[in-house]
C-alpha cells in the first residue's frame, strides 16, 4: 500500500479537536483544577492524562450510588513516570508516604516500571503531582497521545551494558518528553523541575515540526507510544509489545548499537476485526550514536501519517501492517535523509525476572521480592507496604521496579542478607522461593474497581486462578514448569496477556446479587511464550471464571503425556494447536499418571 499523509480517512476524531484547543496542554485542566468540583469535564479529563492521571470512579460503589441518586465516587489515578524503574529510597518513601496519605494506601507497579497511586481525590492532585516532582520524578507523559515511560532491563549489574543501556534509555526519555510549559504552569507554579536531562533541539527538522513541540506539535501523537531498551539473552522488558524497541548488541562486552524493532502493541477490540494484536517487527541496525536519531524519525512518521479519524486503528502498528515493512522502512529513511542498515542476525533468546538473591558484580548484593500483581499493600500478616517502608527507611539503597511487576532492591552488603532475612519473616513477605512457579510467572492488570474501561475483574480474580493451578500443577507433577499466565479485564492488553503462555482476557460482566461487580467470562488464548516473541490463539471464548482452570486441565494432562523433551507449554501448544487442543477429554476423564 502507498503511504499517504492523510492522518486517516475520515475527519479528525473528537480528541484530536481537544487536543488542538488546548493550547499545549493546558486550556480545560488549568480551568477546572481549582473550581471546587469533584471531578474535571470530559474535554478536562481527556487533557489531564497527558499530565499523568486518568479520572477514575470507584466501580464497586457505581450501582449502590446510582440507586441513590448520588453522584460518582470520583477519584483519580495518578502515574508516576519511572524512567528504566530506577529510583532512590528518597523517592520510594515519597511515593509510599503519599499513598498513605492521599491514596487508598497502596502502591501499585505497572507493566512499564512505573508507581500508580490510586484513590487520589481532586482536591489532592495538586500536592500529590507537586510532591512527586519535588522528589526528581515526574507524572508528565505517564499517559496520553506521547511516549510513554521508557523500559529498559532494571538488574543492577554492574558491567558497563547495563549502564549504558540505561544511560541511552535515559537519553531518550529526555529527547521525546513534552516541552510545553503547562505541565509546571499547573501544578507547579510555573517553576519547572528537571527530572530528566533537557532536551535538545530536534535532530532532523521535517515539516510538520512546531516550535513548540517540535517532536510532537499542536495535537501530539495519533495515540499512545511506547519504547523498552533490552538485551537478547534478557527480553525482561517484553521488547516486542513496544512500538518501538532497541535490541542490544554486544561485541567483545561492549553495547555498539541496537538492532530497531517496530510496530509492538497488544490491544484490541474483539467486535472490531480491523484491529488486532501485533509483535514487533526488525526494521534496522543503528549504532549508539544515532539512537536518538532512528527514534525520532520512527516517532515523527507516526506522528504524521497515523490515523487522527479512528482511535481504534491510530497505532503505529496499523501503519506497518497496511503499508508494508519496506514502504514503512523506505517513509523512515526519507525523513532520516540516508538509507539504514540491515538488522544484525540477533533475537531475543532468553528473559530473567530477576528475583532472588543475586549478585552485582561489584561485591554487593541485590534481592528481587515477588509482588503479586505489583500491588504492594498490608493484608493480614501480608505486610508488604510497612516491610518496604521499614527497609527503605533503615538501609537508604536504592530500587527498581521490573516490567514483571516486581521490586529489586540494590546495593545490599553481604554482611546485613542474615538481617534482611530476619527483616521479610517479620513482614511476612514471601521471597521467590516461598512461591510456585505459575504465580512467579503471572500478572494482571488492576481492573475493576478502578479501571474504566474493565468489563469483568483481573487482579482481584487471579489469585484464585492460581491457588486452583497451583493444586492441579501438583497433582500433575508440573509444579516447576515455567509459563506465563496474565490475565486482563478487558481487551486492551496492559498485562500482556496475547503473548503469554496462557492469557486470560476479560470478555463479559457478571453482577453479583448485591449489585456489585464480581468475576464475569474469560477468552482463553494459548500457544504464545516466555520470550514474549510470538502471539498466542484463541482456545475457548466465554469461559465462566469457576470454569478456566477445568478447561486449562485437559491441555496439562497431553501436555506432560505428549510433550516433546524440553518443550514448554507454549511451544507445545503451539505445534499440536489450539482446534486439537479445544477437543480433549473433560477434566472428568482426563487421566493422571
Not at 374 to 390: F, N, P, Q, T, V
Not at 418 to 442: D, F, K, M
Not at 475 to 481: N, T
Not at 546 to 564: M, S, W
Request: net charge neutral; glycine share 10%.
Amino acid at each position: 500500500m502507498e503511504p499517504t499523509k492523510t492522518g486517516g480517512s475520515g475527519k479528525p476524531s473528537k480528541l484530536e479537536a481537544i487536543k488542538l484547543a488546548s493550547g499545549y496542554l493546558k486550556t480545560f485542566v488549568a480551568d477546572e483544577v481549582d473550581n471546587g468540583s469533584a471531578h474535571f469535564s470530559e474535554e478536562a479529563a481527556s487533557v489531564l492524562k497527558f499530565h499523568g492521571s486518568y479520572q477514575q470512579d470507584d466501580r464497586d460503589l457505581r450501582g449502590k450510588l446510582k440507586k441513590e441518586g448520588k453522584e460518582k465516587a470520583h477519584q483519580f489515578m495518578v502515574r508516576v513516570r519511572i524512567v528504566g524503574g530506577r529510583l532512590t529510597a528518597e523517592q520510594y518513601l515519597v511515593c509510599d508516604r503519599l499513598a498513605q496519605t492521599v491514596g487508598n494506601g497502596t502502591l501499585r507497579i505497572t507493566t512499564r516500571q512505573e508507581f500508580q497511586l490510586h484513590g487520589v481525590l481532586k482536591e489532592d492532585l495538586k500536592r500529590t503531582i507537586r510532591r512527586i516532582n519535588e522528589s526528581l520524578l515526574s507524572t508528565l507523559a505517564a499517559c496520553g497521545d506521547v511516549e510513554r515511560n521508557v523500559l529498559c532491563c532494571p538488574a543492577p549489574i554492574a558491567d558497563a551494558v547495563r549502564d549504558q543501556l540505561q544511560t541511552d534509555a535515559v537519553r531518550w526519555a529526555a529527547h521525546c518528553a513534552p516541552r510545553s510549559s503547562g505541565y509546571w504552569e499547573i501544578w507547579l507554579d510555573g517553576e519547572k523541575v528537571e527530572s530528566l536531562p533537557a532536551a535538545g533541539a530536534a535532530l532532523v527538522p521535517t515539516p510538520g515540526d512546531d516550535p513548540v513541540e517540535p517532536l510532537y506539535g499542536k495535537t501530539y501523537l495519533p495515540r499512545k507510544f511506547k519504547t523498552g531498551f533490552g538485551l537478547p539473552e534478557d527480553n525482561c522488558i517484553d521488547i516486542h509489545a513496544n512500538d518501538l524497541g532497541y535490541l542490544g548488541i554486544v561485541v567483545d562486552g561492549r553495547l555498539v548499537g541496537y538492532n530497531v524493532l517496530v510496530g509492538g502493541g497488544l490491544g484490541t477490540t474483539p467486535s472490531a476485526q480491523k484491529t488486532f494484536p501485533f509483535l514487533g517487527v526488525p526494521l534496522c541496525y543503528v549504532d549508539r550514536a544515532n539512537v536518538l536519531e532512528i527514534g525520532e524519525a520512527v516517532l515523527k512518521v507516526f506522528r504524521d501519517f497515523g490515523n487522527r479519524s479512528d482511535r481504534k486503528r491510530a497505532r503505529l502498528k496499523y501503519i506497518i501492517h497496511d503499508w508494508g515493512l519496506p514502504a514503512f522502512r523506505a517513509k523512515i529513511e526519507e525523513y532520516l535523509g540516508h538509507p539504514v542498515a540491515d538488522p544484525k542476525p540477533v533475537s531475543v533468546r532468553g528473559v530473567e525476572d530477576h528475583l532472588g538473591w543475586q549478585r552485582q558484580g561489584d561485591g554487593k548484593l541485590f534481592l528481587g521480592i515477588p509482588v503479586e500483581n505489583g500491588r504492594i499493600k498490608d493484608e493480614g500478616d501480608y505486610r508488604l507496604a510497612s516491610g518496604l517502608r521499614a527497609f527503605f527507611e533503615r538501609y537508604r539503597t536504592p530500587g527498581r521496579l521490573t516490567c514483571q511487576q516486581s521490586i529489586l532492591l540494590k546495593d545490599i552488603e553481604p554482611s546485613w542478607r542474615p538481617e534482611i532475612e530476619r527483616w521479610l519473616a517479620e513482614y511476612g513477605i514471601a521471597t521467590v522461593e516461598q512461591i510456585s512457579a505459575v504465580r512467579r510467572w503471572s500478572m494482571a492488570c488492576p481492573a475493576l474497581p478502578t479501571c474504566g474501561l474493565a468489563v469483568t475483574e483481573a487482579e482481584r480474580a487471579l489469585p484464585g486462578v492460581l491457588d486452583e493451578l497451583e493444586v492441579e500443577l501438583a497433582r500433575l507433577g508440573l509444579e516447576g514448569e515455567r509459563f506465563t499466565v496474565r490475565m486482563t479485564g478487558c481487551p486492551n492488553g496492559c498485562a500482556r496477556p496475547y503473548n503469554a503462555d496462557i492469557g486470560l482476557v476479560g470478555r463479559s460482566a457478571h453482577v453479583q446479587p448485591d449489585g456489585t461487580p464480581g468475576p464475569g467470562t474469560y477468552t482463553i488464548f494459548l500457544g504464545g511464550r516466555t520470550l514474549g516473541d510470538r502471539l498466542n490463539v484463541q482456545f475457548k471464548d466465554y469461559v465462566p471464571y469457576d470454569r478456566v482452570v477445568a478447561e486449562l486441565i485437559p491441555v496439562f494432562v497431553r501436555f506432560k503425556a505428549e510433550r516433546l523433551p524440553g518443550e514448554t507449554l507454549g511451544d507445545f501448544c503451539d505445534r499440536i494447536g489450539v482446534e486439537e487442543l479445544a477437543g480433549s477429554a473433560s477434566p472428568e476423564l482426563s487421566p493422571v499418571g
